[in-house]
């Protein structure tokens, strides 16, 4: 049995990993903030993982290794690392494969990142997601002990996730579900990306945990299998269709109109604007590409799941009144739970442009 400490692995990836990782027998203690029950292998320690007051006792101990599902600033993973490598014999980081400049050829691991290759001075200046990930995996790299694995997860869906470019399912499932238009980008439409199920994503990692091979290497965990976001979004319309008895209506923006509904500029410009396609054979000699499944029966599935007990996080009533502007609806006053956010959708969907 295995000591094992999972930081915020309650998300799309965690939640399976941790699971996966008590089936195999390993004694897996999780950091998060909400309560969870523990059961026999899994202890759920409720707390918050950036404050050091909480995270410091628990690297004192020493860890066969730890998953770190945390998102950092690179100021403050440059103070932690230290600690982090110190008290473990693996530390897993969760990078992104967001972390890779665009690429003709499908990316393999030595593929070159957008740290070292854009001139955008002022993107550059910034501690943008994709430039943090990159700068925080220098830093591993220039430690001195090779007791880390770098994994760079592209886009994983769950039953809780389901993605279509920058949207999360609170900015596109939310509306079709209430009868309203889909707002999308007709740039981003296009595109290639490459999809995988939190689960396959976990399984792998679970197959890298322990594995002295991976010790000093980095991953992408992706499958091969690359589709335009066109064909993601049928996946969805699909399953939506069935489920509602009318296929719903989609809206295509250009790139000025878009922005006005969602503000992500630079993962729209250095990522979901670039063709997203994965030579993944590094993970899939030690897992198999036959242990990815397809993304339309994954997609289907979760969406599937989702429908029969949909729950959201926070709905953006300004976002929502800005796309109804751009299809003609309204919403239901009903919709918005508090005043304050009724009188936000009014004033954003009838009165300010």
């Given at each position: 049995?295995?000591?094992?400490?999972?930081?915020?692995?309650?998300g799309?990836?965690?939640?399976?990993?941790?699971?996966?990782?008590?089936?195999?027998?390993?004694?897996?203690?999780?950091?998060?903030r909400?309560?969870?029950?523990?059961?026999?292998?899994?202890?759920?320690?409720?707390?918050?993982?950036?404050?050091?007051?909480?995270?410091?006792?628990?690297?004192?101990?020493?860890?066969?290794a730890?998953?770190?599902?945390?998102?950092?600033s690179?100021?403050?993973?440059?103070?932690?690392?230290?600690?982090?490598?110190?008290?473990?014999?693996?530390y897993?980081?969760?990078s992104?494969?967001?972390?890779?400049?665009?690429?003709?050829?499908?990316?393999?691991?030595?593929?070159p990142?957008?740290?070292d290759?854009?001139?955008?001075?002022?993107?550059?200046?910034?501690?943008e997601y994709?430039?943090?990930?990159?700068?925080?995996e220098?830093?591993?790299?220039?430690?001195?002990t090779k007791?880390?694995?770098?994994?760079?997860p592209?886009?994983?869906?769950?039953?809780?996730?389901?993605?279509?470019?920058?949207?999360?399912?609170?900015y596109?499932?939310?509306?079709?579900?209430?009868?309203?238009?889909?707002?999308?980008?007709?740039?981003?439409?296009?595109?290639?990306?490459?999809?995988?199920?939190?689960?396959?994503?976990?399984?792998?990692?679970?197959?890298?945990?322990?594995?002295?091979v991976?010790?000093?290497?980095v991953?992408?965990?992706t499958q091969?299998?690359?589709?335009?976001?066109?064909?993601?979004?049928?996946v969805?319309?699909?399953?939506?269709?069935?489920?509602?008895?009318?296929?719903?209506?989609?809206?295509?923006?250009?790139?000025?109109?878009?922005?006005?509904i969602?503000?992500?500029r630079?993962?729209?410009?250095?990522?979901?604007?670039?063709?997203?396609?994965f030579?993944?054979?590094?993970?899939?000699?030690?897992v198999?590409?036959?242990?990815?499944?397809?993304?339309?029966?994954?997609l289907?599935?979760?969406?599937?799941?989702?429908?029969?007990?949909?729950?959201?996080?926070?709905?953006?009533?300004?976002?929502e009144?800005?796309?109804?502007?751009?299809?003609?609806?309204?919403?239901?006053?009903?919709e918005?739970?508090?005043w304050?956010q009724?009188?936000?959708?009014?004033?954003?969907?009838?009165?300010?442009?």
């Open positions: 049995m295995k000591n094992i400490l999972v930081l915020g692995g309650t799309a990836m965690g939640k399976h990993m941790v699971k996966l990782l008590a089936e195999r027998g390993n004694k897996v203690s999780v950091t998060t909400s309560v969870h029950k523990s059961t026999t292998n899994i202890e759920y320690l409720q707390g918050n993982a950036r404050d050091s007051g909480f995270i410091d006792p628990l690297l004192a101990k020493k860890w066969d730890i998953v770190d599902f945390m998102v950092y690179t100021s403050v993973f440059e103070h932690r690392a230290p600690k982090l490598l110190s008290a473990t014999e693996q897993i980081f969760l992104s494969a967001r972390v890779y400049a665009n690429s003709e050829k499908p990316l393999t691991e030595e593929s990142l957008l740290l290759t854009s001139d955008d001075i002022e993107f550059s200046a910034t501690d994709s430039l943090a990930k990159a700068r925080q220098n830093i591993l790299r220039e430690a001195k007791n880390w694995t770098i994994i760079r592209y886009i994983t869906y769950s039953d809780e996730r389901l993605q279509l470019g920058v949207l999360e399912k609170e596109w499932l939310y509306r079709a579900l209430k009868g309203r238009t889909i707002v999308f980008s007709k740039d981003i439409a296009t595109k290639l990306t490459t999809m995988s199920h939190g689960l396959d994503v976990a399984n792998a990692m679970t197959e890298l945990t322990g594995n002295p991976a010790l000093g290497e991953y992408h965990i091969n299998q690359a589709v335009t976001w066109n064909e993601v979004l049928n969805y319309l699909n399953v939506l269709e069935k489920h509602l008895g009318v296929r719903p209506k989609v809206l295509f923006l250009d790139s000025f109109d878009f922005s006005r969602n503000q992500s630079y993962q729209i410009k250095y990522d979901r604007l670039y063709n997203r396609v030579n993944s054979s590094k993970i899939h000699n030690i198999g590409a036959e242990s990815f499944r397809s993304f339309e029966q994954g289907t599935d979760c969406l599937e799941q989702f429908i029969k007990n949909p729950e959201y996080l926070m709905i953006d009533w300004r976002a009144a800005v796309k109804d502007r751009f299809t003609g609806e309204v919403a239901k006053l009903t918005p739970l508090s304050k009724k009188i936000k959708y009014l004033l954003y969907r009838f009165i300010k442009r």
